[in-house]
């Protein structure tokens, strides 16, 4: 009988052995999609991230500007899009293409 290492994978629901888990690719996030911003950073939740792009918000008259600092983001399912809060606007989401890592 072999002494080797089992760790549980999430994803999979299954005990892997520690040596082949290892080898999976450490860039993706929990659900394996990678995001990256506009310069090709790859982003993870609680980053912080600054727009490059004067954007306007639909629903507001507000625009945020270039060089705004975004705090603590949250990525969702989609490699394109970034869920954030900002001052006085609910429910932001950015497009990892307008944003570039602190």
């Known amino acids: 009988m072999m002494d080797d290492d089992y760790i549980y994978d ?3 629901g299954e005990w ?7 080898t999976a690719g ?4 929990a659900d394996g999609v990678e995001v990256r911003d506009a310069v ?9 991230v600054t727009l490059i792009k004067d954007l306007k ?3 507001t008259s507000q625009t945020l500007k ?5 705090k ?5 399912g989609d490699p394109q899009e970034i869920d954030c809060r900002f001052d006085g606007i609910k429910g932001l989401v950015l497009r990892a293409e307008f944003v570039k890592k602190r």
Do not use: F, H, W, Y
């Open 40 to 48: 090709g950073n790859v982003l993870a939740d609680g980053d912080a």
């Open 72 to 76: 603590s983001i949250r990525l969702t």
């Open 16 to 22: 892997r052995p520690a040596s082949e888990v290892g």
């Open 10 to 12: 999430e994803a999979s």
């Open 66 to 70: 270039r060089g705004t600092l975004v």
């Open 26 to 29: 450490s860039a993706a996030t």
């Open 57 to 59: 918000v639909k629903g």
